[in-house]
């Protein structure tokens, strides 16, 4: 069983070393930087890199609807006075009606890695930015590595190495120990994608002040 559990670890090593290169060849590598600096403390600061998800005020068009909001997933081009150029990689819109329910659409969905569609948002309409630091991303693509690991051992390797194909017996106790091992997998992931998730920061508007508000910068 040691031998199995050295197996797990070592796999579980060569996938957050993908994950990790996977990173480092999607991060953003414009020259302008762009920051969200917290309206009460411009001290701190958090460096924008990668893709996070931006909040958008909309416009409702039916009379039966609560609330209405558009989810951008992309990165930020530039920064102006009054505005911000945003690059969309996915299109998210969801909507809360007077019935009480819940309705998403993915509209229009894009190439994450390309620059395909490239809107103009004015302040006033951001709501906030989900965002994950570089660290949160990188273990994020590590869990679901494990995840997938988890499931391509448990599901496909277990059995197949676990059947004496010259008799044709099922051994089950060699399936036992390497369905332990994407069960490991399993387990690990689970505490490594709850320290993955993004955080959501409400953007200020009207000089908005608080704890919770930032503002957006580009140097």
Same mark, same amino acid.
């Given at each position: ?39 009460? #403390? =411009?001290? %701190?600061?958090? *460096? ?11 416009? &409702?068009?039916? /009379? ?14 530039s ?26 659409? #993915? =509209?229009? %969905?894009?190439? *994450? ?11 006033? &309409?951001?709501? /906030?930015?989900?965002?994950?630091t ?32 010259g ?9 036992? *120990? ?5 069960l ?21 508007r ?14």
């Open positions: 069983m040691k031998n199995y559990i050295i197996l797990s670890l070592i796999l579980f090593v060569l996938v957050s070393l993908f994950s990790l290169k996977s990173f480092g060849q999607n991060s953003n590598n414009k020259k302008e930087i762009f920051y969200l600096v917290n309206s009460l #403390n =411009p001290k %701190k600061k958090i *460096k924008l890199s990668g893709n996070y998800e931006l909040s958008q005020e909309a416009i &409702k068009s039916d /009379s039966t609807m609560k609330e209405m909001k558009i989810s951008l997933t992309g990165n930020i081009n920064i102006s006075d009054s505005s911000l150029i945003y690059n969309i990689s996915q299109e998210y819109i969801s909507f809360d009606s007077d019935e009480g329910y819940h309705i998403v659409m #993915n =509209p229009r %969905k894009y190439d *994450k890695n390309k620059i395909i569609k490239v809107v103009d948002i004015p302040f006033q &309409k951001v709501n /906030s930015i989900s965002y994950s570089p660290t949160r991303q990188v273990l994020g693509g590590i869990s679901n590595s494990a995840a997938i690991l988890s499931a391509f051992t448990t599901l496909i390797v277990a059995p197949l190495v676990s059947i004496n194909y008799s044709g017996k099922f051994r089950q106790d060699r399936y036992y *120990k390497f369905a332990g091992v994407g490991f997998s399993f387990i690990v992931s689970l505490p490594i994608a709850a320290l993955s998730s993004s955080k959501k920061y409400k953007i200020s009207n000089n908005q002040k608080g704890e919770d508000f930032w503002h957006l910068r580009a140097r």
